[in-house]
């Protein structure tokens, strides 16, 4: 699973791009505010929907121009083609998928799985559990078909009970149908969720041994509520309170990753550095579980690999990247502190990307 052509038009402060990148390694360097992570945003937008800089895609398209679009070719037999459009007046995305113009956007997430490291995905460990619910259901969409129709359910459920929860007055039989519905769905959800973690755990302490071996260091998933009872007679006997708070309280939408080392908050015990590589291993696990189970490739997208590790440590990561023979997409302001990272016989492609006028940026591969 590699990308083999790029073609931006209206992202950010880029000029129109048009990219033929290695199947391997794509280092794009360049100086602060040239461009280099909205290459990255771009090829996010593409293959997810949505960016990882904001939350309104408007704010993507270029200053004076009337839209964004954003087209890829994945390499396989035949090659797929995906593509992205957003109107600066218009809300909603246009996608396309083989040339569909009704491709749905699970099926453009499917299609070309990625995995983003930046500084947001810290989030993993200090972030909230909603960051670390979305890094699970990722990994279980990818490898279960049926989580998606089961995880569409459940929110429905969630949502009409809610708002049974916020009239004021409550219906029993009505309540009664929507907590059914939830219960049936969330925990046949938490069942899918168990058991990818189950199969997942053992290729996370793999990976982690081999960047950063950490003695203590434990993840634990946690359903969401009790343990020792059903959904349905968590939700039956919490409706009073639950009302009182206007929302439910427990159910497979409180789902976590706990991330601790010797019972503590990883967060609070490691190091900026330590932290990066835990997250890291996370991430990557990701795309090696997926490459054991599915057969399939993530493409990597990793702003400032350099950042906040030393040498051997950058050495390790990018010779574990290498290992999983997967496409990846790295930035970084000099260069050359990923020279002597790869392989001699590791397609490295290198691109540049600089200002030319007025705010503008224009990529460039580089010799």
Known sequence: MSLTLLNFQGLRNLLSVEMTPSSRINVISGANGSGKTSLLEGIHILGMGRSFR??????????????????????GEPEVTLGVRRLRAQRELELRLRGDKNARLAELVEAMPLQLINPDAFRLLEGSPAGRREFLDWGVFHVKHDFLGMWKRTRRA????NALLRRGRIQPQEMAVW???LAMWGEQMDVLRSAWFSDFLPVFEETLKVLLPLSGLSLHYARGWDKERS????????????????FTQQGPQRADLRIRINKQPAVEVLSRGQQKLVVSALKLAQGRFLERTAQRHCIYLIDDLPAELDAQNRHQFC?????????????????????????????????????IKEGLSNLERAS
């Not at 969630?158 to 009970?161: D, F, S, V, Y």
């Open 231 to 246: 959904l349905a007679a968590v939700l039956h006997d919490s409706r009073a309170t639950d009302q009182q708070m206007g």
């Open 54 to 75: 904001t939350r309104q895609l408007k704010h993507a398209i270029q200053a004076d121009e009337p839209q964004m679009t954003l087209y890829g070719r994945l390499a």
């Open 179 to 181: 907590e059914h519905e």
């Open 319 to 355: 010779q574990l990247l290498e290992d999983m023979q997967c496409q990846a997409f790295i930035t970084s302001v000099e260069p050359s502190a990923l020279k002597n990272a790869w392989h001699t016989d590791t397609p490295v492609n290198m691109f540049h990307v600089k200002h």
């Open 158 to 161: 969630l949502k009409h009970r």
